[in-house]
Nanobody, 117 residues
Framework: QVQLVESGGGLVQAGGSLRLSCAASVSALSIKSMGWYRQAPGKQRELVAVISVGSSTDYAGSVKGRFTISRDNSAKNTVFLQMNTLKPENTAVYYC??????????WGQGTQVTVST
């Protein structure tokens, strides 16, 4: 069973920044991709950003230019989500996700991000 340990959520004012971290309990060699999703109250879970083994990235249109996903250069089973210029509509529970080369998929427990006006 793969575990994803998330940290870095919290309360921030609009225009502020937060950095989320996620560490996977599996060798980086097993990981095909890691990413972040979010779910706001009453809404479906949606992709925020994903990074693949070759370091290619993809972002939701609403966060492009403000959010950056990256991997730890040494511990490549750890990813970060740098969130800048946060808006109240970014308030949600953010979930770390990983897909392995075996096609197995795992989720973190979620971390709350709240952006106040």
């Amino acid at each position: 069973q793969v575990q994803l340990v998330e940290s870095g959520g919290g309360l921030v004012q609009a225009g502020g920044s937060l950095r989320l971290s996620c560490a996977a309990s599996v060798s980086a060699l097993s990981i095909k991709s890691m990413g972040w999703y979010r779910q706001a109250p009453g809404k479906q879970r949606e992709l925020v950003a994903v990074i693949s083994v070759g370091s290619s990235t993809d972002y939701a249109g609403s966060v492009k230019g403000r959010f950056t996903i990256s991997r730890d250069n040494s511990a490549k089973n750890t990813v970060f989500l740098q969130m800048n210029t946060l808006k109240p509509e970014n308030t949600a529970v953010y979930y770390c996700n990983t897909v392995l080369w075996t096609s197995q998929e795992y989720w973190g427990q979620g971390t709350q991000v709240t952006v106040s006006t």
